[in-house]
C-alpha cells in the first residue's frame, strides 16, 4: 500500500509532531483584517448593532480626518524626492568615518562615535530588514522605506548603519554570471540534464530489489513520460529488471548529477559571495566603515556599513566611476537594496559569549589544546 | 508573552487573550495556510483560512493541554487541518507529489486506530532521525505543502539542493521504514 506523508500524519496528535514547526517563520499579512474578523467573531452577539457600528463610524472618521491630514505631507515629500534632485558628494571629502583595522563587531562598539549611530527601530528580525516591498530609488540604489524617512531629516554628521542585501527571489543576472569559463544557466541546464536520470534510476533500483505492488506500475509510467519508452526498455526487458545494468549506471548517474550539483552550487555560492565581498572591498577602499556580523540562530554572515548621508548617495556614482583594477567588481546593485540593520544585541552578546567560553577553555597547561580549539 | 501566560489570560479574559494570541501567531499561521492554498485560493479566502484557524481555537482552547505540546505545534497543526479541508473544498482531488509516497505494508489497515497511530509515531520518529535540515525539508515539503523555493529562502539554501536533499531523504525513508515494519 503506497501512503503519502501528508496522509499518514493527517491525524497526528500535536503531542508527536511537538517541536517541528519551530522553525517555520512568520510571513507578513493583513493582520488587522484577520483580527478584526476573530475578535469580531468573539464578540458578536453580545453587543446591539448600534454599538458596533459607531466605533466602526468613528474610526472611519478617524482615518479620512487622518488621510486628509498626512496625504499632503507624502505628496509634498514625494515631490522632493532625491531621485529628482540628486544629492552629490564625494565620499572622500564628506564626513570621514575611519577605516577599521578590526572589522569585527566588537571593534564597532568600541568606537568613540558609537552612539551616533542610527540603527533600525525594527528589532524583532534581527538583522534580516523586513520592510523589502517597500523599496525606493535613492541615487541609484535601492533602500527601505525606513532608510528613506531618516535619510529625509539627517543631519551632515548623523552617521547610520546600513547593510546591503541581494533581493531573495534569485536575480536573472544570476543566469548570465560566468564562473569558470561557464554561465550559470549552463550548470544549471546540466544539474537539470542530470538529475532526473539519477532519480529515474532510484525508483528503478527500487523495483529492483523486489519493492513492487502498486510503485512499480508509477515508477514504469514515470519513467516512461519523463525519459521515454527506449529508457525503460533498457533496464526493463521481458518482465525482468536488469538489475547490474541499474546498480552500474546508477553509480555513473549519482556521480555526474552530485558532480553538476556541487558545481552548480559552487557558481552560486560564488554569485553571492562576489558580491558581498566587492561591496566590503569598495568600503574599504572608499574610507567606509565595514563590520562583519553574524547572526548564530540562523548561520548568517553580514556586514554593516557605517555611512554619512553623503556617502551613500554617492556609493553607486563612486562606484562606477571607480579604478576597475582597485575595486573588486561585481556588486549588484539592479538587485540589492540597502536598509538600517536593528542594533545586533542578541549577535553581541552570543559573541562575547563565545569569546568568555573560548578564554575560560584555555587550560592551564599550555602544551594541552583545549577541544574548542582542536575543532 | 510566554504560552503559559497566555493561556492564564485566555482563562480570565477571553478578548484579551485572543489578541495576544493573534499578535503572536497570525504570522505564523498564516505562513502555514499559505503553503497549502496559494495555488488554489486567492488572498482573501486564505485570510478567511486564517481567520477560521484563530476562531476556532477560541471557541476550543480549554482543549489545548500545553503538556503535550506548545501552542505553535498546536496552532501549527489546526492551521495545516483547516488549509487541506479548504483546499480539498476547492479541488475535487488533490494531487499528491509522488516524490511523497512511502510502501506501507497492508498490516497498517486505516481502520486500525491502534495501527494508524503506531504507524503516525514510526514515520514522525523516522523524520525527526534524519536531523536536520533533512528533518525539517521533508516535514516542510510533504507534511506543510511548501514549495522548494520556499524552503530554500527560510532555510538559506539552494532549491537544487533543497530537491537533491528532499530526494536522498525520501529514499532514506522508505528503506528505513521498509526495515523496521
Known sequence: ?375 | MEDGALIKLLHSDKNKGMEQVLKKYTGFVFAIVKSRLCEVCDSSEIEDCVSDVFIRFSKSFDKYDPQRSSLKTYLGVMAKNLASNAARDKLSTIPLDDDGMIDVPDTFSVEDAAAEKELIKVVTEQIKLLGPPDSDIIFRKYYIGQSSKQIAKELKMSVSNVDVRAHRAMEKLRKILGGII
Not at chain 1, 208 to 234: C, H, M, P, R, Y
Open chain 1, 1 to 375: 500500500m503506497k501512503k503519502n506523508i501528508e496522509e499518514i500524519l493527517q491525524n497526528a496528535d500535536p503531542a508527536v509532531l511537538d517541536g517541528m514547526f519551530d522553525t517555520v517563520k512568520a510571513e507578513k499579512t493583513n493582520e488587522k483584517n484577520i483580527r478584526n474578523k476573530v475578535l469580531g467573531e468573539n464578540k458578536s452577539g453580545k453587543k446591539p448593532m448600534i454599538w458596533r457600528i459607531i466605533p466602526v463610524a468613528a474610526s472611519f472618521a478617524v482615518i479620512v480626518t487622518a488621510c486628509a491630514l498626512v496625504l499632503p505631507l507624502f505628496v509634498r515629500q514625494n515631490t522632493l524626492d532625491p531621485v529628482t534632485t540628486p544629492l552629490t558628494g564625494d565620499v572622500t571629502n564628506g564626513t570621514s568615518v575611519i577605516k577599521p583595522n578590526d572589522s569585527s563587531l566588537n571593534a564597532l562598539i568600541r568606537l568613540e562615535y558609537f552612539d551616533r549611530i542610527i540603527w533600525s527601530g525594527d528589532t524583532a528580525l534581527a538583522h534580516e530588514p523586513s520592510d523589502v516591498e517597500t523599496l525606493t530609488d535613492w541615487n541609484g540604489i535601492k533602500i527601505t522605506r525606513e532608510l528613506y524617512d531618516r535619510l529625509q531629516t539627517a543631519s551632515d554628521d548623523d552617521l547610520f548603519a546600513v547593510t546591503a542585501k541581494l533581493n531573495t527571489d534569485i536575480p536573472d543576472s544570476f543566469e548570465e554570471f560566468v564562473y569558470n569559463g561557464k554561465k550559470c544557466k549552463e550548470y544549471i541546464d546540466e544539474y537539470n540534464r542530470t538529475y532526473p536520470i539519477f532519480r529515474a534510476l532510484c525508483r528503478l533500483e527500487y523495483c529492483a530489489a523486489g519493492n513492487t505492488d502498486a510503485f512499480e506500475s508509477w515508477v514504469k509510467d514515470s519513467i516512461t513520460e519523463e525519459q521515454g519508452e527506449e529508457f525503460l526498455a533498457k533496464y526493463y526487458h521481458d518482465g525482468v529488471f536488469d538489475k547490474e545494468l541499474i546498480n552500474k549506471d546508477l553509480v555513473a548517474a549519482e556521480e555526474a548529477s552530485s558532480y553538476a550539483s556541487a558545481a552548480y552550487q559552487e557558481a552560486y555560492n560564488t554569485y553571492f559571495s562576489v558580491s558581498y565581498v566587492s561591496i566590503y572591498a569598495f568600503g574599504a577602499y572608499n574610507g567606509i566603515g565595514i563590520y562583519s556580523g553574524y547572526h548564530a540562530p540562523t548561520g548568517t554572515h553580514y556586514n554593516i556599513m557605517i555611512v554619512t548621508k553623503a556617502q551613500l548617495a554617492a556609493l553607486k556614482a563612486d562606484y562606477d566611476k571607480a579604478d576597475k583594477t582597485e575595486v573588486d567588481y561585481g556588486f549588484d546593485f539592479e538587485n540589492s537594496y540597502f536598509s538600517l540593520v536593528p542594533y545586533p544585541e542578541e549577535d553581541i552578546k552570543y559573541m562575547q559569549d563565545e569569546q568568555t567560553a573560548y578564554v575560560t577553555a584555555i587550560p592551564e597547561d599550555p602544551n594541552q589544546i583545549p577541544e574548542t580549539m582542536a575543532e
